[in-house]
């Protein structure tokens, strides 16, 4: 039965196994960079703009994919903007006020931020209140607590190595071997993979389509950020984030877990599976996400100013939606949280350029998110 | 023309693999009680749900007649706006309003959408009245009783100027003196011309408040007659008639030593905390032996499963021994590691994870066997799916097929896949069978003797009484939430059982 697959072409396969919800939104993200890019007078479409966009979109890209996790086992999480800002609190008052060095404030911002997420899911998880309750609660109790420590005024300048952490490049020689390297590990990674699993994995699919993923990836990445300063430091972070939380979900035990208890909750349990142990450890590593995040709007801002991470959730849970994520639990991936992100921070930075109202943007991203959802739904109901 | 408000005329309704209902004729007349018997799934309940709209028109075949004209039924609404109503057994109230709102749920009195209080508590009072429960109007339904429910429900079905109204099972959760009350209350709603369908495992029952009764089995109706020309033997023998398909492998197997047991194992209610759902339960299954565990729905087989396994959510008061070690089960998962697994008995709401492939559904309960450090061996997972697909003859077009898109029967080798993949001594299956077409049955079969063979102790929930008496070494009947009676298949007969499970002892 397995080798059905043997026969089918490339193009059979593209058709048969994309993700047609993703495909089109990646469609529409490139109708739209043109169209951008057209209006911006060729602004848009720059290497330096480009490099621009992909360092605005770092921190909505990394928390998208945490919201991912969370929505996929049927939970929300609504404290993401204030959990980042009182990590970015932390962060500021450790080095500005505190002058603690940059190595031992990062390490206690990821425990902070872990702290915060493993208080949420301990509640979820031990407690059975709802996620949505439990981060409605902590996105007040979090922002609050941070507004108390700083009389809600800004804290900095933090020192200018914190600011390199987001802000600084790698060096041009330093990007050009980590995208080669990169390039060839996902490579030769995908290659093993799909000769070990050719019996149930169409090759084609298993590595071909991966292979043009990788390396049309690369090139972009080449063409970017070799043409703009290198890499910025805020996309390196974030990339090793998103690529850890994409391997747990598609990789791990934990990740399978993951889909499995939002798929059919009694039925996980029934079978063997540890919800609640599951849920709070989906919640952990958020937490770990707000450390990052917490630390990158430092970095960024140069300062933890008080509407740091202001809607920070909602984008991402907009994002998490636009890429496939489904709320009724137990689908969604990464990579296509990560394009509903770009996309929104796309609309975002085109916007600046063309110097429109930040009015304006929000109605925008929030059409873009209902058509998301719509085409989603009539997407569903054609399928069934 | 004479007193007939029903004809039905050859019903069919079909569904994948199995026909619910088989060429039913049926007649009633204003006034009757009328008694529907049969086995679990002899087609009782799907006929009811034609009656009332549950399955629209366009789902089955065959003539409605109402009070002589034809009626289509688009769905329940339909089916009540022209006086049928279903009180199912579990009742649809919204326990959150009060009996007022209860009574009146859609069609609330009201002004420009503004609620007329007034009126309708004084209308709620009428009804109350009329049908004599003595409750507030403002009360909320969570607190009542359950008979009390009940009479909200038939009193919101009066004042619908109900014609035809189909009671499922209204005594399985009544005491005693409470299905008394509510005798009182049909022969009340027959005496003003109300028809009633009256469907029950209660053959006491039946005889004592029908007028007719209608034996169903296997989606056929077998026989109606008046009650006072039936009594309980025969109402049993009719229910039972089927022949024992020779489709039961014979096994060849000698159990060995006792390997699980249970001794004075009590369930609770879930929100009735004084109120025992298994009582005193105690079994045992030895090393390589099917027992078959039988019972009519609701005696409280599966919330002993779960109680046993630690998946239930009230108190649970017992021990389990595996082994000679006693334990008591914390979770699901917590069985699992101590040798002992479950396969739950509603596969599309207990076991089935829908938007997942084949390959991802069977590898749920050993996905930790499948990996190393956390990370998912793929080519150890795909391996052990290609190799239930092959043992079990699971019809898929690749691993990767969502598991919603196979038939009734390849799922349920997919569970029953998970189940045996983590490799228990131990394996309760709750109704393996159930929605599963006749030839993967018999494959389900030969599965469970060939695990019996290799040495496993099986405990099988079953409803269907040809698969408790061909595949089991020894059967145990539920009644009431007790255990009332072990059993030798070669000793026993299919109404000896039948009359433990719906009387609770032998008849004399």
Same mark, same amino acid.
């Given at each position: =039965?397995? #080798?059905?697959?043997?026969?089918?072409?490339?193009?059979?396969?593209?058709?048969? $196994?994309? #993700?047609?919800?993703?495909?089109?939104?990646?469609?529409?993200?490139?109708?739209? =960079?043109?169209?951008?890019?057209?209006?911006?007078?060729?602004?848009?479409?720059?290497?330096?703009?480009?490099?621009?966009?992909?360092?605005?979109?770092?921190?909505?890209?990394?928390?998208?994919?945490?919201?991912?996790?969370?929505?996929?086992?049927?939970?929300?999480?609504?404290?993401?903007?204030?959990?980042?800002?009182?990590?970015?609190?932390?962060?500021?008052?450790?080095?500005?006020?505190?002058?603690?060095?940059?190595?031992?404030?990062?390490?206690?911002?990821?425990?902070?931020?872990?702290?915060?997420?493993?208080?949420?899911?301990?509640?979820?998880?031990?407690?059975?209140?709802?996620?949505?309750?439990?981060?409605?609660?902590? =996105?007040?109790?979090? /922002?609050?607590?941070?507004?108390?420590?700083?009389?809600?005024?800004?804290?900095?300048?933090?020192?200018?190595?914190?600011?390199?952490?987001?802000?600084?490049?790698?060096?041009?020689?330093?990007?050009?071997?980590?995208?080669?390297?990169?390039?060839?590990?996902?490579?030769?990674?995908?290659?093993?993979?799909?000769?070990?699993?050719?019996?149930?994995?169409?090759?084609?699919?298993?590595?071909?389509?991966?292979?043009?993923?990788?390396?049309?990836?690369?090139?972009?990445?080449?063409?970017?950020?070799?043409?703009?300063?290198?890499?910025?430091?805020?996309?390196?972070?974030?990339?090793?984030?998103?690529?850890?939380?994409?391997?747990?979900?598609? #990789?791990?035990?934990?990740? /399978?877990?993951?889909?499995?208890?939002?798929?059919?909750?009694?039925?996980?349990?029934?079978?063997?599976?540890?919800?609640?142990?599951?849920?709070?450890?989906?919640?952990?590593? =958020?937490?770990?996400?707000?450390?990052?995040?917490?630390?990158?709007?430092?970095? $960024?801002?140069?300062?933890?100013?008080?509407?740091?991470? #202001?809607?920070?959730?909602?984008?991402?849970?907009?994002?998490?939606?636009?890429?496939?994520?489904?709320?009724?639990?137990?689908?969604?991936?990464?990579?296509?949280?990560?394009?509903?992100?770009?996309?929104?921070?796309?609309?975002?930075?085109?916007?600046?350029?063309?110097?429109?109202?930040?009015?304006?943007?929000?109605?925008?991203?929030?059409?873009?998110?209902?058509?998301?959802?719509?085409?989603?739904?009539?997407? $569903?109901?054609?399928?069934? | 023309?004479?007193?007939?408000?029903?004809?039905?005329?050859?019903?069919?309704?079909?569904?994948?693999? +199995?026909?619910?209902?088989?060429?039913?004729?049926? %007649?009633?007349?204003?006034?009757?009680?009328?008694?529907?018997?049969?086995?679990?799934?002899?087609?009782? !309940? !799907?006929?009811?749900?034609?009656?009332?709209?549950?399955?629209?028109? *366009?789902?089955?075949?065959?003539?409605?007649?109402?009070?002589?004209?034809?009626?289509?039924?688009?769905?329940?609404?339909?089916?009540?706006?022209?006086?049928?109503?279903?009180?199912?057994?579990?009742?649809?109230?919204?326990?959150?309003?009060?009996?007022?709102?209860?009574?009146?749920?859609?069609?609330?009195?009201?002004?420009?959408?503004?609620?007329?209080?007034?009126?309708?508590?004084?209308?709620?009072?009428? &009804?109350?009245?009329?049908?004599?429960?003595?409750?507030?109007?403002?009360?909320?339904?969570?607190?009542?009783?359950?008979?009390?429910?009940?009479? &909200?429900? &038939?009193?919101?079905?009066?004042?619908?100027?109900?014609?035809?109204?189909?009671?499922?099972?209204?005594?399985?959760?009544?005491?005693?003196?409470? @299905?008394?009350?509510?005798? *009182?209350?049909?022969?009340?709603?027959? *005496?003003?011309?109300?028809?009633?369908?009256?469907?029950?495992?209660?053959?006491?029952?039946?005889?004592?408040? @029908?007028?007719?009764?209608?034996?169903?089995?296997?989606?056929?109706?077998?026989?109606?007659?008046?009650?006072?020309?039936?009594?309980?033997?025969?109402?049993?023998?009719?229910?039972?008639?089927?022949?024992?398909?020779?489709?039961?492998?014979?096994?060849?197997?000698?159990?060995?030593?006792?390997?699980?047991?249970?001794?004075?194992?009590? +369930?609770?209610?879930?929100?009735?905390?004084?109120?025992?759902?298994?009582?005193?339960?105690?079994?045992?299954?030895?090393?390589?032996?099917?027992?078959?565990?039988?019972?009519?729905?609701?005696?409280?087989?599966?919330?002993?499963?779960?109680?046993?396994?630690?998946?239930?959510?009230?108190?649970?008061?017992?021990?389990?021994?595996?082994?000679?070690?006693?334990?008591?089960?914390?979770?699901?998962?917590?069985?699992?590691?101590?040798?002992?697994?479950?396969?739950?008995?509603?596969?599309?709401?207990?076991?089935? &994870?829908?938007?997942?492939?084949?390959?991802?559904?069977?590898?749920?309960?050993?996905?930790?066997?499948? @990996?190393?450090?956390? +990370?998912?061996?793929?080519?150890?997972?795909?391996?052990?799916?290609?190799?239930?697909?092959?043992?079990?003859?699971?019809?898929?077009?690749?691993?990767?097929?969502?598991?919603?898109?196979?038939?009734?029967?390849?799922?349920?080798?997919?569970?029953?896949?998970?189940?045996?993949?983590?490799?228990?001594?131990?394996?309760?299956?709750?109704?393996?069978?159930?929605?599963?077409?006749?030839?993967?049955? %018999?494959?389900?079969?030969?599965?469970?003797?060939?695990?019996?063979?290799?040495?496993?102790?099986?405990?099988?929930? !079953?409803?269907?009484?040809?698969?408790?008496?061909?595949?089991?070494?020894?059967?145990?009947?539920?009644?009431?939430?007790?255990?009332?009676?072990?059993?030798?298949?070669?000793? %026993? @007969?299919?109404?000896?059982?039948?009359?433990?499970?719906?009387?609770?002892?032998?008849?004399?």
């Amino acid at each position: =039965m397995t #080798n059905l697959n043997e026969k089918k072409s490339f193009k059979e396969i593209l058709i048969g $196994r994309i #993700n047609w919800k993703i495909a089109l939104i990646v469609v529409v993200l490139i109708c739209m =960079m043109g169209l951008f890019n057209i209006l911006s007078d060729g602004i848009f479409l720059s290497q330096r703009n480009i490099s621009q966009l992909l360092k605005q979109s770092a921190i909505l890209g990394i928390v998208s994919s945490g919201m991912v996790l969370l929505i996929v086992a049927r939970q929300i999480d609504l404290s993401a903007g204030a959990s980042v800002y009182l990590v970015s609190v932390v962060v500021a008052q450790m080095t500005v006020v505190y002058e603690f060095g940059l190595f031992l404030s990062i390490i206690v911002a990821l425990i902070v931020g872990i702290l915060l997420g493993a208080f949420q899911g301990a509640l979820v998880a031990k407690f059975n209140i709802p996620a949505f309750i439990v981060t409605l609660a902590g =996105m007040l109790i979090f /922002r609050g607590i941070g507004y108390v420590w700083t009389n809600a005024a800004t804290v900095g300048p933090v020192p200018t190595n914190v600011i390199f952490i987001s802000e600084g490049y790698l060096s041009k020689t330093l990007s050009t071997l980590i995208i080669s390297i990169l390039f060839l590990v996902f490579v030769s990674y995908a290659y093993i993979n799909a000769k070990k699993l050719k019996q149930w994995v169409n090759f084609k699919e298993g590595f071909w389509l991966k292979f043009i993923l990788i390396a049309l990836i690369s090139a972009i990445s080449y063409f970017v950020f070799l043409g703009y300063q290198g890499i910025p430091m805020a996309v390196i972070v974030v990339a090793i984030g998103v690529i850890i939380v994409h391997f747990i979900m598609s #990789n791990t035990t934990f990740g /399978r877990n993951i889909y499995v208890i939002g798929g059919n909750p009694d039925a996980a349990r029934l079978a063997g599976v540890q919800v609640g142990k599951h849920l709070f450890g989906g919640f952990v590593i =958020m937490g770990a996400i707000y450390g990052i995040a917490g630390i990158l709007i430092a970095a $960024r801002l140069g300062s933890a100013a008080p509407t740091a991470g #202001n809607l920070l959730e909602l984008e991402a849970i907009a994002a998490a939606v636009i890429g496939g994520t489904s709320f009724s639990g137990g689908v969604g991936v990464i990579p296509g949280a990560l394009i509903g992100a770009l996309l929104l921070s796309a609309i975002d930075n085109f916007m600046s350029i063309m110097n429109v109202s930040s009015f304006i943007q929000q109605v925008v991203k929030g059409l873009i998110l209902l058509i998301a959802v719509w085409f989603d739904i009539s997407i $569903r109901k054609k399928q069934s | 023309m004479s007193n007939q408000v029903l004809k039905m005329s050859s019903i069919n309704l079909e569904f994948p693999g +199995v026909l619910a209902v088989d060429n039913a004729n049926l %007649t009633v007349e204003r006034g009757e009680i009328r008694a529907i018997v049969g086995e679990n799934g002899a087609g009782k !309940s !799907s006929l009811m749900k034609i009656i009332s709209g549950v399955y629209p028109n *366009e789902q089955f075949d065959g003539k409605i007649e109402l009070e002589g004209k034809g009626v289509k039924f688009t769905g329940v609404k339909d089916a009540e706006m022209q006086g049928i109503m279903m009180i199912p057994q579990e009742l649809n109230l919204v326990e959150e309003l009060t009996v007022a709102e209860n009574l009146f749920l859609n069609q609330i009195p009201s002004k420009r959408g503004i609620v007329n209080k007034q009126e309708l508590f004084r209308e709620s009072e009428k &009804i109350l009245n009329e049908i004599g429960v003595n409750v507030s109007v403002s009360a909320k339904v969570k607190e009542l009783g359950v008979a009390q429910k009940q009479m &909200i429900a &038939i009193g919101r079905a009066l004042w619908n100027k109900v014609k035809i109204l189909i009671l499922d099972e209204p005594t399985s959760t009544l005491s005693n003196l409470e @299905s008394e009350i509510l005798f *009182e209350k049909i022969r009340m709603l027959k *005496e003003s011309g109300v028809t009633c369908f009256y469907i029950s495992h209660r053959l006491e029952e039946i005889l004592s408040i @029908s007028d007719n009764v209608t034996v169903m089995r296997d989606g056929k109706i077998i026989k109606t007659d008046q009650t006072k020309n039936m009594d309980e033997q025969k109402i049993v023998s009719l229910m039972i008639g089927r022949d024992l398909s020779d489709y039961f492998p014979i096994a060849n197997r000698t159990p060995k030593e006792v390997q699980f047991s249970a001794h004075d194992f009590n +369930v609770y209610h879930k929100s009735l905390p004084d109120r025992k759902i298994v009582k005193h339960a105690s079994l045992t299954v030895r090393k390589g032996e099917i027992v078959g565990l039988f019972g009519l729905v609701g005696a409280g087989r599966t919330e002993l499963a779960l109680g046993m396994i630690g998946a239930w959510d009230a108190p649970v008061d017992g021990k389990v021994k595996i082994n000679d070690k006693e334990y008591t089960f914390e979770n699901p998962k917590d069985a699992i590691d101590h040798g002992l697994s479950y396969l739950p008995e509603d596969r599309k709401t207990l076991a089935n &994870i829908p938007e997942l492939s084949v390959n991802k559904n069977i590898s749920v309960s050993s996905i930790e066997k499948l @990996s190393q450090l956390g +990370v998912i061996n793929q080519e150890k997972e795909f391996t052990n799916t290609d190799k239930f697909i092959k043992d079990m003859s699971i019809k898929t077009s690749s691993v990767h097929s969502k598991i919603s898109s196979l038939s009734g029967g390849n799922q349920q080798k997919c569970i029953l896949s998970r189940q045996i993949s983590v490799d228990s001594e131990i394996l309760i299956l709750d109704e393996p069978t159930q929605g599963v077409d006749v030839g993967a049955k %018999t494959e389900i079969y030969e599965i469970l003797n060939a695990l019996a063979s290799s040495g496993k102790s099986i405990l099988m929930i !079953s409803s269907d009484l040809p698969e408790v008496l061909g595949l089991s070494d020894r059967i145990l009947v539920m009644h009431e939430g007790k255990m009332v009676a072990d059993l030798v298949p070669s000793n %026993t @007969s299919r109404k000896e059982i039948l009359e433990y499970a719906t009387l609770g002892q032998r008849s004399s």
